[in-house]
């Protein structure tokens, strides 16, 4: 029922910028925000918003990487900026509400010259 649709992704070289949406339907989310995964490596947390505003961002993309909202919630960014190689990784949207949480399919970002 809840369904989820990501895009924005590509390939960009270092140094240049991609915006990531997730667009989600079919319930309220208290979360929204974006995971993502590197071959060979756990799957980690990048950027959560929640539905006060609040955001936080692991320490690697703090200070180049932007998380938002549209004005109903339904929509989550992420704006990604000074795009370095080691941020090559397919990104998750995911999305929370009271009871579960629902990951959107990927979308896949490399970065690379």
């Known amino acids: 029922q809840v369904h989820i649709v990501e895009s924005g992704g590509g390939l960009v070289q270092p140094g240049g910028s991609l915006r990531l949406s997730c667009a989600a339907s079919?319930?309220?989310?208290?979360?929204m925000g974006w995971f993502r995964q590197a071959p060979g490596k756990q799957r980690e947390l990048v950027s959560l918003?929640?539905?006060?505003?609040?955001?936080n961002y692991v320490d690697s993309v703090k200070g180049r990487f932007i998380i938002s909202t549209d004005d109903a919630k339904s929509t989550v960014y992420l704006q990604m900026n000074s795009l370095k190689p080691e941020d090559t990784a397919r990104y998750y949207c995911?999305?929370?509400?009271?009871?579960?949480?629902?990951w959107g399919q990927g979308t896949q970002v490399t970065v690379s010259s």
């Open positions: 995911y999305v929370s509400d009271r009871q579960n949480g629902y």
């Open positions: 918003i929640n539905t006060s505003g609040d955001t």
């Open positions: 079919g319930g309220s989310f208290a979360r």
